[in-house]
């Protein structure tokens, strides 16, 4: 059996691709930083019982080689791993004007999380393998308000094909993905009212009309996944609806 690893994959495109996989028939291990967000998926989703969940912070070094050092001695290597975790975006505004924690818990959450689970997930794959980071649309454009996480995207598609040309010698594929506006919890806060005038104003600036649903997004990881796509090597696919071309 397969061997898959989602970060992130309690909500959104994470949980999509965590549902996905275990649909294919991989052994899922996933994880976030609060169990009750995954007890809460677990009483909707019955199904994904099997699902190997840990509580790892990624930003702590220690917690993330802890989490490493049990997948290799339970499952003994990875044969798919997504790097999708992603936290709440601290660092809106101007870039003069946000603080500098904030700046630097983005550039920690959005960048350095992918870079180190990298590291260690390379360790333990070997031929035919896959990984997946997941970027951004504002990862191959300038993003006034949100520059540093911006950058941070920028620098995970740097990484992803810097590392895909070393990776490919052990005919380990990377790539990653960058999502346009994509339905997800994050988009759903405020109130009913509040949520479709935000949602049909951001519509109207994507060519495709709308915002992309999870499925669609996870349906393209999986594929880059897949013997399908095992001659894909440091690509980024964009999946967003004509965004980036506006």
Known sequence: ????????????????TVIQLSQLGYR??????????????LATNSDLSAVDY??????????????????RENYGSLDVAINNASPQLASKGNYEEVGIDSLYGTLIGDFWTHALCLKYELGLMTEDSAIVNVS???????????????????????????????????????NAIAPGVTWTPRWQEGN?????????????????????????IANAITWLCSENARYIVGHT??????????
């Open 1 to 16: 059996m397969r061997n898959a690893l989602v970060t992130g994959g309690t909500s959104g495109i994470g949980l999509e």
């Open 28 to 41: 899922v291990i996933t994880c976030s930083r609060n169990e009750d967000n995954w007890n809460k998926v």
């Open 136 to 174: 951004s649309v504002n990862g191959s454009r300038p993003t006034p308000s949100a520059a540093m996480y911006s950058a941070a995207k920028h620098g995970l598609e740097g990484l992803t094909r810097s590392i895909a040309l070393e990776a490919i010698k052990k005919k380990i594929r990377v």
């Open 237 to 246: 696919l964009v999946v967003d609806g004509g965004l980036s071309l506006a």
């Open 54 to 71: 840990l509580c790892v912070d990624l930003k702590d070094v220690k917690r993330v080689d802890s989490m490493f050092a049990y997948i």
């Open 192 to 216: 009913e009212t509040a949520i479709n005038i935000l949602k049909e104003t951001v519509s109207r600036k994507v060519p495709a009309g709308r915002f992309a649903e999870v499925s669609e």
